[in-house]
């Protein structure tokens, strides 16, 4: 049975959906970790600044006094805290991002699906 080019269309571009759902849905799973443990996916960078105050203050400038132990151990945690939140923020944006894309993906795969179905059936008779 020979395939129209109907058909041959709306099957590739089911295929590639399926390929944008694919990586979609690897991208909402990372973000989906992202959200429930910061800590793992947070930058190593940002992450090793927060460790110790000597690593949190490696760059502050020469010229200023450095405040007390106390008070940088109390900067660098609440630095920290906000580091995680951003990360935790950014997950959730991207999530919502992922979730727009799988929408349209199933929106265009299902309407494509239809099509190739109607032009296989058309071309049997």
Same mark, same amino acid.
């Given at each position: 049975m020979k395939k129209?080019?109907?058909e041959i269309y709306s099957l590739a571009?089911?295929?590639?959906?399926i390929i944008c759902f694919?990586?979609?849905l690897g991208i909402g799973t990372y973000d989906v $970790? %992202?959200?429930?443990?910061?800590e793992l996916t947070?930058?190593?960078y940002s992450y090793q600044q927060h460790q110790t105050n000597e690593a949190f203050t490696r760059n502050w400038?020469?010229?200023?006094?450095?405040?007390s132990e106390e008070e940088i151990t109390r900067m660098r945690e609440k630095s920290y805290k906000v580091a $995680? %939140?951003?990360?935790?923020?950014?997950?959730?944006?991207?999530?919502?991002?992922?979730?727009?894309?799988?929408l349209i993906d199933i929106g265009?795969?299902?309407?494509?699906?239809?099509?190739?179905?109607r032009a296989r059936e058309a071309n049997a008779t």
């Open positions: 129209s080019l109907l571009v089911c295929f590639v959906t694919a990586v979609a $970790l %992202e959200m429930s443990n910061p947070l930058k190593s400038s020469k010229d200023k006094e450095k405040p $995680l %939140e951003a990360e935790r923020r950014d997950a959730v944006q991207s999530f919502i991002r992922v979730l727009i894309v799988i265009i795969f299902l309407i494509h699906w239809k099509l190739a179905k």
